[in-house]
């Protein structure tokens, strides 16, 4: 523990059982007081227990990401609590369609983007004026003062950088996430927010284990051997865990990125090379 985000507020929407918990008890650990926004409530509040266990500071609020009403309320209830918001991490996320383009529903596309993009902007545009209430950014101040911009991360994918067959619904999503970003980062820089994403290629934790249980089922073989076979492709020969994930973007919240927007930072133990 650094204390690297101490005396911020940082709210996860999109704070899922797996990496979303991880993040809100590390953030936490650094300082952070913590928001953790998803739709089932009781999730939230078993992280807010653990938060608060470990001896940190977490505030669970419930929000659908699809409903400007629900994003309104989620800001109005932070808003409750705190005049200024340093960090917003999006990672809400549904499993897309997994088929071809050709037999895709159209509605299935639309939900996808509605999630990931517009949900990302609708919680960015929603919580401008309190991450700008946030950010103290030293280039206004002709760097006489330490720089201290507010952060946007929003959780893209490693499939931005792949077509395989049957990602193409997430792979429309998650490059539009990125697209998003870099326009945000244009849009809200002068007002000293900072706007990056972070592109996992796996996240190896209980959600991609039963998935990969899933597959072992699916085509023979065990666990371990769905493990090595994807592991195959990276440089590292295995997978990112969730630790591994969460610690860029406890980087990009946090000061020691001060100078750092605009970017997509993929993560995946060396699988493709950016
Ligand atoms: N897992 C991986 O291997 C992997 C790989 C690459 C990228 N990523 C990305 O990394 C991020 C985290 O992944 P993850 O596996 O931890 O995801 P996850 O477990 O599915 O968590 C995302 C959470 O989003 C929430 N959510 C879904 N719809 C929502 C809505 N309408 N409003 C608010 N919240 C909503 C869900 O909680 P509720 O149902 O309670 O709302 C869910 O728990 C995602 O953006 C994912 O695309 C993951």
Known sequence: MTDSLRDKTIVIVGAGPGFGRTLALRAAAEGATVVVAARTASRLDGIVEDVRAAGG???????????????????????????????????????????????????QISRGMDLSVLGALRATQEFTPLLEAGSSNGAASNGTQPASPSSVVMMASAVIHHSRERYAGYKIAKTALVALGHSLATELGPRGIRVNTVAPGYIY????????????????????????????????????????????????LSDAASAITGQTLTVDCGEFHT
Do not use: Q
């Open 205 to 252: 934790g209980d959600t991609l284990k039963a998935y990969f249980e899933h597959l072992a089922g699916k085509y023979g073989g065990g666990v371990d051997d769905v493990y090595a076979h994807t592991a195959s492709r990276m440089d590292l020969r295995r997978l990112p865990t969730e630790d591994e994930i969460v610690d860029p973007v406890l980087f990009l």
């Open 57 to 107: 500071t977490a505030i669970a609020a419930a929000v659908d990401a699809t409903d400007p009403e629900s994003v309104r309320a989620l800001r109005e209830t932070v808003g409750e609590h705190t005049d200024a918001v340093h960090g917003l991490v999006y990672s809400a996320f549904a499993v897309p369609s997994m088929k071809p383009l050709a037999e895709t529903d159209h509605d």
